[in-house]
């Protein structure tokens, strides 16, 4: 028997989805319940431990589709060319290229005591394996990636898939020749990212960011603007300027200069070198920036010594420069203290005034709401709280340097020829639980139909075989765009026909058949996805194309509020397939 | 502009497989490297550390399809929920059922000292996250799997993919609520382990197995026949039995009783209360089969006392059993051996004569070709070396009593009703590798459709817009269920079409379609997959065709022998799509 065919006659049978909830859960818990916690009563996820999840069935589509997306997009954009690197990396690696002390690796030894870390990232492994690829220019410019699990031992899991310690992630790395051909390379991935975002209707705002950790010069974080995040980005509202940065990277001056009054904080740090004492002064009531305290220096900072007190910095500095003639003190005054504000006394007793130095007019805090953007100098920042679901890094020789992966160029030498390196992230489970958080209102989940778990579901109260249900169902899934997208079968067979709507529109499935006896032969259609209006359309697609094919598909249209659902369209059940495609082209 | 259209703009522009083998290998490297270096040299597999590998884009196409055709039966066939459960496990689950003292697990404590592995199988995990979904007879039966990466830390990694210590499995399992539901589900699930090896075309061989560490009275072993496998399996060429088992699993009798004159061999055992010791003798010249011994004994053996010594069993029995008055003594007897064998002599010097057992005519040791079966008494054992690539067990109870899942029946009542469980593995990296070593031959690597990275090459000495070979690789993208499968862009600008072939060939793609000058407007293509031919069909099915459609495709073949193809057809270009669905029907 036709595979098809044993399926449809099972429709009825019984209920398959073990791993989805029994009941619909009630609206108290919709409305009031995390999003991570709703997630898990709704059968995506289940956590097991602190940070670690299960993926179920509704997940894994939902994933899946995701995964999809971000892999026609990296192939046809960008030749991508796919792989999937080991979980386990070696100590020797990752200590060359300086990262093995990182305390949040999973660190585990085998039976031979060999020492391996779970992947973080894959940076070290991705260059040692190119660079067996990579030997001419002939073989550049090149883009590998993959999509799977990394691993991250979080001191504080928190917010379910949003920090966890086992996530799925697409990394991408690129290997150019010069930079040119590697800022060309970061700009297509770049572009390739826009267009992923795009496709999933959700409004992400691009970010000037620090690369941190990763390193390299040049990095853009793709968040999405959210109340409840974690992360601050400040845009510019001048027209010409707009400039967005993550509140790590954004420089800012006040409104009027040296306006500040009040206590004035110092941080003490050391030159790269320690013979010279760095004292930062900024507005107590400020936070410093690390970043632009080292853009200040020029980057002539020791950011090893970042998180030590001013007295052990102190103490570090006096003991290795007993002989003060040879050491320096320089003061990094921020933009907003003034001459007349209240210094904290200075703690050196011998030093040389000659070797005094100071550097005025810098912003050396954290960007605020309001202040005066520093790339335009017109414009004002305007704070958002959001998420970050994605990461590029224009990374140069970072990896490649240690690694030693040099190319042959066209004069047959080989000699400092650097490959230029890339790398590009998107935080696959991170982007699925953003947009739940995002879109979730008080009666469930509402997903984008691009990665809904399913796009449509029927329900009925009778789903027997031959019934009306079982014609419409059949009908769908001859139509090959929407054939594996029907959720039809996933309610348990006892469940009420009322019951099956509230769980599909609290899953967030877009749109919900219902077949029901009285209206048949017309079937009932719910919206729950939300139409995406463009420009020069102020107003949902399908109500372009209403009025011309009312007639034909004998198609009613009420819209409402505060349902979970916000129109019910009726139509009849031969043009089903025609209306599901107008309704679901801009959600 | 569409991603199509630039991608076949972009087709000549330059060689997109950085880590594709930049020309092809010599005919003596494809003659005499292991199958694992052949896999790595053409660019599938790229080996890190002992038993650790990256996957590289041709191994990914690979294992991509035989994902697919898994998932694809498991959902139709067996309403198959996809899961991915956490790689990471806690102790204490694998404490609950006796499972973390195995010395090949990888484990590792996370920073705040909680103590994990890395999954080997998922059992526990998975009984323990479905006892909160199953809790009623009506949520069975139910079958839930994943596909995903395993790690097992194998002392002796070897055979690159066939024995790794990271690897990509199918695991389901299933629930039911009774034995003979629990027996329905296995023989599905197995049913569709069938149809899974029948769409790649390739002779495996079910084999009734031992159950081993995993546990369960049932279980069925899936092989492929080959040479240099590590596994034996023993076939009955009885018409009416046919029976299958591995050799720690196959019962088998001598053709003639008791003809051993040699020297017998004997292992002590005790029995489960220690009070009884057991003496197997068995010939010197054979193995003493332990799952067959424990059988004669009816289940009553200490198995953890296996592996060590007579003297050590002795002397435990003699310590537990101080007095001799209530202990026994049984000998079990090989039927192999005669009454006027070589026997050792019996080490203990008191005991009571009459507690002194004996058991006869039971079958000892490991299997051997020739010998009578066991199970019809009557047909000749055959026995062939194999690699084993999957795997069925049914489990009972074995981790639903330690794990507590227990369902509430008809009557309201959960008492002793605990789930019955059936676990199921497919070695996906295992089948791969071990496909790849029975096809090969000295030309390299010979795929089966179904898994092949992709199924068509296009080869030629112009690839530039508007050549030739540009109409060949348009045309065939705009065929739906071709357009993903060939592999035309993967060769370097700068190879030669004799090279693009060889690599073709060598790679294993079935069909390589050849754009060349002289035979334009007809192109030539060289067939290197196997025909499968079937019952009451000798001959490859193009055979059948080839008469009529001759003339209308302008069509000429030819066959041959010890080149790496062993067909050449020449056809109109506009009839090569008609071709290959001909020629790739049967491969």
Redesign the interface.
């Known amino acids: 028997m036709p595979?098809?065919i044993?399926?449809a006659q099972?429709l009825c049978r019984r209920g398959?989805?073990?791993?989805g909830p029994k009941a619909p859960l009630g609206k108290q818990v919709l409305k009031e319940e995390t999003t991570p916690a709703l997630l898990e009563q709704l059968g995506f996820f289940?956590k097991?431990?602190s940070g670690?999840?299960?993926?179920?069935?509704l997940g894994?589509r939902t994933i899946g589709k995701l995964e999809g997306i971000i892999h026609?997009q990296l192939q046809?954009?960008n030749?991508g060319?796919?792989?999937?690197?080991?979980?386990?990396s070696?100590r020797a690696l990752w200590e060359a290229t300086g990262r093995w002390a990182n305390?949040e690796l999973?660190?585990?030894k085998?039976?031979r005591k060999?020492e391996f870390c779970?992947v973080a990232t894959c940076e070290e492994?991705i260059t040692?394996?190119?660079a067996?690829?990579?030997t001419s220019y002939?073989?550049?410019p090149?883009l590998?990636y993959q999509i799977g699990?990394k691993y991250r031992?979080e001191?504080r899991p928190r917010s379910g898939l949003l920090r966890a310690?086992?996530f799925v992630m697409m990394d991408a790395y690129s290997?150019a020749q010069d930079d040119a051909a590697a800022a060309k390379m970061f700009q297509d991935v770049n572009d390739t990212f826009a267009e992923v975002f795009h496709e999933l209707k959700v409004p992400v705002v691009r970010a000037w960011a620090d690369s941190g950790d990763i390193g390299g010069d040049q990095s853009i974080e793709y968040h999405l603007p959210l109340a409840t995040g974690e992360s601050t980005i400040l845009t510019c509202d001048h027209g010409s300027c707009g400039h967005v940065a993550t509140n790590e990277k954004a420089v800012s001056f006040p409104r009027q200069e040296a306006q500040a009054q009040g206590d004035v904080a110092v941080k003490y740090a050391l030159s790269e070198d320690h013979a010279t004492l760095v004292c930062f002064y900024y507005p107590d009531s400020r936070q410093l920036n690390w970043n632009l305290a080292k853009s200040a220096m020029e980057g002539d900072l020791d950011s090893a010594l970042r998180e030590r007190t001013n007295e052990q910095v102190l103490a570090q500095f006096q003991q290795e420069n007993e002989d003060m003639m040879f050491s320096k003190i320089i003061r990094v005054m921020d933009c907003r203290i003034h001459s007349r504000s209240n210094f904290p006394d200075f703690p050196l007793r011998s030093y040389l005034k000659n070797n005094f130095g100071q550097i005025d007019g810098v912003s050396l805090v954290t960007a605020e709401d309001g202040e005066v953007c520093g790339v335009c100098n017109e414009g004002t920042l305007h704070a958002a709280k959001s998420i970050e679901v994605a990461h590029t890094f224009n990374l140069d020789t970072k990896y490649t340097k240690p690694l030693d992966v040099r190319y042959t160029d066209k004069n047959n030498s080989s000699v400092d020829n650097y490959v230029k390196m890339g790398c590009y992230g998107i935080g696959v489970t991170r982007v699925i639980a953003s947009v739940a958080e995002l879109l979730r209102d008080q009666h469930g989940l509402r997903w984008p139909a691009a990665i809904a778990p399913y796009r449509i579901a029927v329900v009925s109260n009778n789903r027997g075989e031959n019934s009306n249900f079982d014609t419409v169902v059949k009908q769908l899934k001859t139509i090959p765009h929407l054939s594996t997208d029907i959720m039809s079968r996933q309610f348990?067979p006892?469940m009420s026909m009322g019951a099956q709507i509230s769980l599909s529109h609290a899953s967030g499935i877009p749109v919900t058949v219902i077949v029901g006896s009285r209206s048949w032969p017309r079937v009932e259609v719910e919206v729950r996805g939300r139409h995406w209006t463009h420009e020069g359309q102020p107003e949902p697609r399908w109500k372009q194309q209403y009025a011309s094919l009312r007639e034909k598909y004998n198609w009613d249209a009420t819209t409402s509020k505060d349902a979970p659902f916000h129109e019910k369209h009726t139509v009849a059940h031969e043009h089903l397939p025609e209306l599901l495609d107008i309704l679901l082209a801009d959600m």
């Open positions: 595979a098809l044993r399926t099972q398959i989805a073990t791993l289940h097991t431990q670690l999840f299960h993926m179920l069935p894994m026609a046809a954009n030749d060319e796919l792989v999937a690197l080991s979980s386990l070696t305390t999973f660190k585990l085998d039976s060999n779970l492994d040692a394996l190119l067996q690829s990579i002939k073989d550049m090149a590998v699990r031992d001191l310690r086992e290997f348990p006892s």
